[in-house]
């Protein structure tokens, strides 16, 4: 079992930054990918971003490609995603995801945090 508390979201203006974290329990952390998806009102839950156990490999969604990074400190059992540029359409509730793979399928992730608002202003 893995437990997923994601923190940092906010209210902010187009183009500032945000940092999100995700902080996992249990020392299996390294042993999963990580992912962060995004869901806005009415909208069904997208992929973000996702990366290897190790970190070594990232990916994202194009939407995002270039202005988000994703990183993770196995030390700290915490997974960040670093938001840069930030849109309006940038809009969502983010949740992070732990699993055995770095899809960009929700349904391939096993845990879920609760979430954490992202509000980017015009």
């Known amino acids: 079992q893995v437990q997923l508390v994601e923190s940092g979201g906010g209210l902010v203006q187009a183009g500032d930054s945000l940092r999100l974290s995700c902080a996992a329990s249990?020392?299996?952390?390294?042993?999963?990918?990580m992912g962060w998806f995004r869901q806005a009102p009415g909208k069904e839950r997208k992929f973000v971003a996702s990366?290897?156990?190790?970190?070594?490999?990232?990916y994202f969604a194009d939407s995002v490609k270039g202005r988000f990074t994703i990183s993770r400190d196995n030390a700290k059992n915490t997974v960040y995603l670093q938001m840069n540029s930030l849109k309006p359409e940038d809009t969502a509730v983010y949740y992070c995801a732990a699993g055995g793979t770095t899809s960009y399928y929700s349904f391939t992730y096993n845990y879920w945090g609760q979430g954490t608002q992202v509000t980017v202003s015009s």
């Open positions: 249990g020392r299996t952390f390294s042993s999963y990918c």
């Open positions: 990366i290897t156990r190790s970190g070594g490999s990232t």
